[in-house]
């Protein structure tokens, strides 16, 4: 068991470009989250995952944010035309679910949008 | 709507000495409240947690007390290490009771004098 991994760990990209984040849960966990984290700030959620199924959105996530989880296992978080307001550490995080709903946290991955 | 306070934002002890940081939440609901230890340029780690049937649990030099009545919880760490200095969070879930974001608080940044 190797953790959560995330790919990339960091993104440069200048206003208007899209960017596309990959995460690896923990194998045989079934829900997979994202949060995001601002300088000085607590994770805040963007979305969860259970195996394949979205059920659970911020209000955080606007449309040019977009989640997917196609197979169950790894994830991607794509956001469309980036603003300067979207630099910030994203992270994912796994859980089983048994016996509690601990959320096991990837390294995170640092976006810079200049 | 659902929020985390913690305190303090910043905590400087000496070697050896204990460091307690506290957390309320507001929504009577949350039922497992994990804390999380985060080091520069790396995602939480997950330290010790504690469900709301439980009033204290303890794991070597760490320890939470959780107060169901007064809706707040406590990370206690003795006889703090150099190592101890990173950011720690508290969070509140609500489990299986229709989702299961974790909201976390503003963290604290402590600072553990050699």
């Known amino acids: 068991d190797t953790g959560v991994s995330q790919d990339p760990r960091h993104k440069i990209t200048k206003r208007g470009q899209n960017v596309t984040f990959r995460c690896d849960p923990i194998?045989?966990?079934?829900?997979l989250y994202w949060y995001r984290q601002t300088l000085g700030q607590g994770p805040e959620f963007l979305t969860y995952?259970?195996?394949?199924?979205?059920?659970?959105k911020s209000r955080l996530l606007s449309d040019r944010f977009s989640a997917e989880r196609p197979k169950g296992s790894f994830s991607t978080l794509e956001i469309q035309r980036t603003e300067q307001g979207d630099s910030a550490m994203y992270l994912c995080a796994s859980s089983s679910g048994q016996p509690t709903d601990t959320q096991y946290f990837g390294p995170g991955t640092r976006l810079t949008v200049l | 709507g659902e929020n985390v306070e913690q305190h303090p934002s910043t905590l400087s002890v000496q070697e050896g000495d204990s460091a307690v940081i506290k957390c309320t939440y507001s929504d009577s609901a949350s039922n497992y409240f994990p804390w999380y230890k985060q080091e520069l340029g790396k995602g939480p780690q997950l330290i010790i947690d504690?469900?709301?049937?439980?009033g204290e649990k303890k794991d070597q030099r760490i320890a939470v007390t959780l107060n169901k009545t007064a809706k707040h919880f406590s990370l206690h760490i003795t006889e703090t290490q150099p190592e101890d200095s990173a950011v720690y969070f508290c969070?509140?879930?609500?489990?299986?009771?229709?989702?299961?974001?974790?909201?976390f608080g503003t963290g604290t940044r402590l600072k553990v004098l050699a």
């Open positions: 969070a509140a879930s609500k489990g299986t009771s229709g989702t299961y974001k974790y909201i």
């Open positions: 194998s045989e966990h079934n829900r």
């Open positions: 504690i469900r709301s049937n439980v």
């Open positions: 995952f259970q195996n394949e199924a979205q059920l659970e």
